[in-house]
C-alpha cells in the first residue's frame, strides 16, 4: 500500500482518552440520508471555520465511548478527569472553498461502535471533530493535464467529490473520469449531482456500477465490479481514449480486494504504484 489509509468502516473502533470536561466541540449542521445505511452529514465546529485542508484528505470524528464496553470502574479509577471516547477517521467530501463545514459521506457498520451513533444524530445534535486534518490522498503528487481515473468502491466516493469541486475548471487535468461501484443502485450517493456535472462539464466523466442490481430490474447503466471497467477494450470505449500510463494517473479507494487486484493488472500494463521515495502513477486509499 503506498498511500496511508484515512478513512475507516468503523470495524475496529479507535477509543482514546479525551478530558471530562465536555470533550464535543462541533454539531451537525446538515444531514441527508441516502438510504437504511447510507448518510452524508455536514458537521461545523462551535468555535471558527472549519481548518485548512487538501482534497482528499480526511478528519477524525467522535463521540464518548459506550460506558458498557468499559470494564467497571476502570476510568474513574485510573484517571476521574479523563473519559473514554471512540473516534473514526473519515474522507472530506466537502471542498475547502466551503469554510463553514465539512461533509462526509457514511455507511452505518451494523455492529460498528461509533457510525450506528452517527446515524442517530439529527441537525444540532453535539459530537467531537478534530482540528487537525491528515491524509496524503491528494492530487499534489500528480502534474497538471492527466487523464485522472478516480475508482472507488462504496464511500471510497468522498475524496474524489471534494478533488472535483475545488479543482474543476482550473485545468488541473484533461479527464477527471470517475468510476464508482456498488452493490446496488440505490447505494450510488451523489449519483444525480454527478451526472448533471458530468453533462454540464466535458472534463468530468462519470461512470457508476452495480454487481447486484438485477438485469430487468431498470436500472440502464454498467453492471459488475469496478475493474472490469479497466479493461482496455472498456475503457477505451466509454471513455474515447487509452488508458496509458504516459498519460494517467489511476487513483483507488474502497475495498481492499479491488485495490490489489487492480495494482496487480495495471501494473502488468506499465502502472507503477507511487510512493515519496518512488513517485508513481498509482495512488491507493484503503478503507479496511
Known amino acids: 500500500m503506498s498511500e496511508a489509509a484515512t478513512t475507516s468502516t468503523d470495524e475496529s473502533p479507535v477509543v482514546e482518552h479525551s478530558p471530562a470536561a465536555d470533550p464535543l466541540n462541533a454539531k451537525i449542521v446538515g ?71 465539512m461533509e462526509f459521506y457514511i455507511v452505518v ?26 491524509g496524503k490522498f491528494t492530487l499534489d503528487p500528480v502534474p497538471p493535464g492527466k487523464d485522472l481515473i ?6 471510497g466516493l468522498a475524496p474524489y467529490l471534494s478533488m472535483m469541486h475545488t479543482y474543476r475548471g482550473q485545468e488541473r487535468w484533461r479527464r477527471f473520469i470517475i468510476v464508482h461501484g456498488c452493490r446496488y ?18 472534463t468530468i466523466y462519470y461512470f457508476p456500477m452495480v454487481t447486484r442490481e ?17 479493461e482496455p477494450d472498456t475503457y477505451k470505449e466509454h471513455v474515447g481514449a487509452e488508458l496509458d500510463p504516459e498519460d494517467c494517473h489511476v487513483f ?22 507511487h510512493s515519496k521515495k518512488e513517485p508513481g502513477n498509482l495512488h491507493f486509499e484503503k478503507y479496511w
Open 252 to 273: 483507488l479507494c474502497g475495498n481492499p480486494d479491488m485495490i490489489v487486484q487492480i495494482e496487480e493488472e495495471l501494473g502488468e500494463r506499465g502502472f507503477k504504484a
Open 214 to 230: 438485477p438485469e430487468d430490474g431498470g436500472w440502464e447503466g454498467l453492471h459488475g465490479r469496478v475493474p472490469t471497467f479497466l
Open 185 to 202: 443502485a440505490a447505494d450510488l450517493g451523489y449519483k444525480e449531482e454527478l451526472e448533471r456535472i458530468a453533462a454540464e462539464d466535458p
Open 31 to 101: 444531514r441527508e440520508d441516502l438510504n437504511p445505511e447510507l448518510f452524508i452529514i455536514r458537521v461545523a465546529h462551535e468555535e471558527g471555520d472549519v481548518p485548512e485542508f487538501e482534497p482528499g484528505q480526511f478528519s477524525m470524528l467522535g463521540m464518548p465511548a459506550d460506558p458498557s464496553t468499559e470494564k467497571e470502574g476502570e476510568t474513574v479509577r485510573r484517571n476521574p478527569k479523563r473519559r473514554k471516547m471512540t473516534k473514526r477517521a473519515y474522507s472530506i467530501a466537502s471542498s475547502p472553498k466551503v469554510r463553514e463545514y
Open 109 to 134: 457498520i451494523e455492529d460498528g461502535a461509533l457510525t450506528p451513533k452517527l446515524f442517530k444524530m439529527q441537525v444540532g445534535d453535539r459530537l467531537w471533530m478534530d482540528k487537525r486534518i491528515s
Open 150 to 155: 478516480m475508482i472507488s468502491t462504496g464511500t
